[in-house]
């Protein structure tokens, strides 16, 4: 921005500084919902243990919103610094405010990958085996700005159904996130409902990573009580988003931090990301173009 003026030059200096002081004092965590807000928050006590030391800041912050958007509101209006979003997520940020958050990291899969899947599940005394199944019956979706709980399914699903989802289907709704939408499943809320898993490994594991084997490893799904009826093409991993005017040393450090993450304390690693990785790999907005462009098509802003 051009100074026309002293003054200002002055006003300038004086915000900058306290945006360093901001960011000097707390750094908060936005944590998406859709799972118990316990476990979300014991998930992301090593964060708060390590990074006060990492930054230089006096304290780190847990917010866990009751569903995406809390999050993503959050990211918007500047008083969160750091989310794992989804790409669905990031896109609706983006398409709000482009230069609100910097996407800087997102994760790898142990076969290399950098994407994931939208799987969708039935009870296995349903008697449905296959997409084409679900004709007729009650769809649960995630969350309205989950990528592999609704953008995906609503994108892909027309091909592998040979039409419009809501036509095919008798009635659709939300789960509230993705551990719910499961256990809504198993209830028999919906008879059918997508949720994500890296695809590698093995569905009757919850697969290596993902909603469905973080279920499983807190003991609260046995896959032997679900079928698989669909999986969607390859999803890019969401990404670590950082607040775009957070000052640049505190960027540079915690993207670092991150990065040696997998290596330096391998269960906080786990344990935020839910699952097994081998680790980050760089990212930048062009990565998650395609799903921008997806959203802004379909399901808009």
Request: charged letters at 25%; a negative charge.
């Amino acid at each position: 921005m051009l100074k026309k003026t002293l003054l200002a030059t002055a006003a300038l200096v004086a915000l900058a500084g306290s945006v360093h002081a901001e960011d000097l004092k707390e750094f908060r965590i936005g944590i998406l919902g859709g799972e118990n807000e316990a476990d979300r928050l014991r998930n992301y006590q090593c964060m708060t243990d390590k990074l006060p030391a990492v930054l230089g800041v006096e304290k780190v912050s847990l917010f866990p919103a009751a569903d995406y958007d809390g999050v993503i509101q959050g990211l918007l209006g500047g008083t969160l610094d750091y989310a794992e979003l989804g790409a669905s997520g990031y896109a609706k940020i983006y398409l709000a405010k482009a230069d609100a958050v910097e996407p800087i990291l997102t994760t790898v899969q142990t076969d290399g990958s950098m994407g994931y899947y939208s799987i969708m599940v039935a009870r296995k005394d349903s008697g449905m085996t296959k997409v084409e199944d679900i004709k007729g019956k009650k769809l649960g979706f995630a969350d309205p700005d989950s990528t592999s709980g609704y953008l995906i399914p609503t994108v892909t699903l027309p091909e592998a159904i040979g039409g419009p989802v809501k036509e095919f289907v008798a009635e659709t709704g939300f789960g509230g996130g993705h551990e719910n939408l499961v256990l809504e499943v198993l209830k028999g809320t919906f008879d059918a409902g997508t949720t994500f898993g890296s695809g590698v490994g093995d569905f009757k594991d919850g697969y290596t990573s993902g909603n469905l084997r973080k279920m499983v490893d807190k003991g609260i799904l046995n896959m032997d009580d679900l079928v698989e009826l669909w999986k969607s093409p390859l999803i890019p991993n969401g990404p670590v988003v950082v607040r775009t005017s957070m000052n640049e040393d505190m960027k540079t450090k915690f993207k670092q931090f991150m990065m040696d993450l997998p290596k330096s304390d391998p269960a906080c690693f786990s344990a935020v990301q839910g699952g097994d990785f081998t680790g980050f790999a760089e990212v930048n907005v062009d990565f998650y173009k395609p799903i921008i462009d997806a959203r802004k098509a379909t399901i808009g802003g």
